[in-house]
């Protein structure tokens, strides 16, 4: 939400810098990095429930304490603590769909649950620039702060705790307080995942992401690819004002409404993937003898892969040619479309190949995508300044053709060997 209103911070704060005023937006993205690496490992210590509660406690405190801040430096810092907080959902959120549905049950949830980061910060800054534009931008934080401070209340009643290791040391725990005098020798009941020492199972745990990034395959190739996609996504998000309000000489409102052509294509191709992804996966199953396999979940990357250049080319041409406003939104829109299809699969494969420790493997990724969220937007000003935006999003269509179009075809035949070879895919 803040991205519409750097103008006045950069007013407020004296700040002459692009990259110090663009650092201020994407900061937040570099907390996102680095927060999934100890809380999805922390949620298969504790469950998902607590740490994703706790987290969004601590985004609620520093994302409030934003709007005070008195100087750059302050509310850099300040969006940092905030977005670690808020990095919680990158990925214990894949672990709270691995742990409630079945393989053929779960690609309509992680459509939906893949939309929402993506589809958060298009709607953000929509509302974030008529904040802006009738108020100030203390209120982008404070608004935000509101909102979330009813969701934390109504999140402590309804969210329920779904990792299955924790609970089934729970109700172990219920038998062995049932148990009377007279049974105790049953009252050394344990599960499967009890009996190692705590601080051994915390050290496991916290370097599983690295180890997964280190030695699984899948998560290196889909990692660097989702990587670039987000980079992408937030580069899009930092540079569609500059478009419409550089190129159109539209206001800071109307500009923002722009943000809108983002928001369709990806709700579009969420829905349609969303229908569709678990018939596909079903009707592969019945095709390939009833083996279900995680590869299923690959097809709609190819559209995907192929949307997202197509997408940037339009976009960068046509605002270089200053033709009508609608063309460039066409363009944002493939390139939304692109994003989501690559992202709903790339999550649901992951989750279907490392569905015990799927925290810790959307922790790797997301770590590596949130590095390219918070860089991208940096290096933007520069390369649009230097090149213009049709040869800068020429270069970035031909890079997501290099990284995009071969993955599906190389996990479709070779997924399978490189998952039986696996330390951590069952």
Request: overall charge positive; hydrophobic content about 50%.
């Amino acid at each position: 939400m803040i991205a519409p209103a750097t103008g006045q911070v950069a007013s407020s704060f004296g700040i002459d810098n692009d990259v110090i005023l663009a650092l201020t937006t994407s900061i937040f993205v570099l907390a996102y990095a680095m927060g999934p690496l100890f809380l999805g490992p922390l949620s298969e210590i504790y469950g998902r429930s607590r740490v994703l509660q706790l987290a969004n406690l601590w985004y609620l405190v520093w994302n409030l304490v934003c709007g005070f801040a008195q100087s750059e430096s302050q509310l850099i810092v300040f969006r940092f603590l905030s977005g670690i907080g808020g990095s919680a959902p990158l990925s214990i959120g894949g672990g709270f769909l691995g742990d409630c549905w079945q393989p053929h049950e779960r690609g309509k949830a992680v459509a939906i649950y893949s939309l929402a980061p993506l589809l958060g910060p298009v709607v953000g800054p929509v509302t974030g620039a008529w904040v802006a534009q009738y108020s100030t931008w203390r209120w982008v934080f404070w608004s935000t702060s509101i909102v979330d401070a009813a969701i934390q209340i109504i999140g402590m009643f309804t969210l329920q705790e779904t990792y299955a290791p924790l609970l089934l040391e729970r109700k172990a725990e219920r038998i062995r307080r049932s148990m009377d005098a007279e049974k105790a020798p049953y009252r050394e009941i344990r599960t499967v995942f009890e009996g190692q020492d705590r601080s051994t199972i915390m050290a496991k745990s916290l370097i599983r992401p690295f180890a997964l990034f280190a030695y699984e395959p899948i998560v290196q190739l889909l990692g660097v690819y989702m990587a670039y996609l987000y980079g992408i996504f937030y580069l899009f998000l930092t540079t569609i004002p500059s478009i419409f309000q550089g190129i159109y000489q539209q206001p800071v409102g109307i500009a923002g409404l722009h943000y809108a052509a983002l928001g369709i294509g990806l709700s579009v191709a969420s829905q349609l993937n969303a229908r569709t992804m678990d018939k596909v996966y079903i009707y592969l199953k019945s095709k390939y003898g009833g083996v279900a396999k995680p590869e299923f979940r690959l097809p709609a990357m190819v559209p995907g892969s192929l949307l997202l250049p197509i997408g940037c080319l339009i976009v960068g041409w046509t605002s270089q040619a200053h033709t009508h406003w609608i063309a460039p939104d066409i363009g944002i829109a493939l390139v939304g479309a692109g994003i989501i299809l690559n992202f709903q699969c790339i999550q649901t494969y992951i989750i279907d190949c490392f569905t015990l420790h799927a925290a810790s493997a959307m922790a790797a990724v997301s770590c590596l995508r949130s590095l390219a969220g918070f860089g991208f937007p940096l290096f933007a000003p520069a390369m649009y300044k230097a090149l213009g935006f049709g040869k800068g999003d020429t270069i970035l269509a031909v890079v997501a053709i290099v990284l995009g179009c071969p993955a599906p075809w190389i996990l479709w035949h070779y997924g399978e060997r490189i998952r039986n070879s696996s330390r951590y895919a069952r």
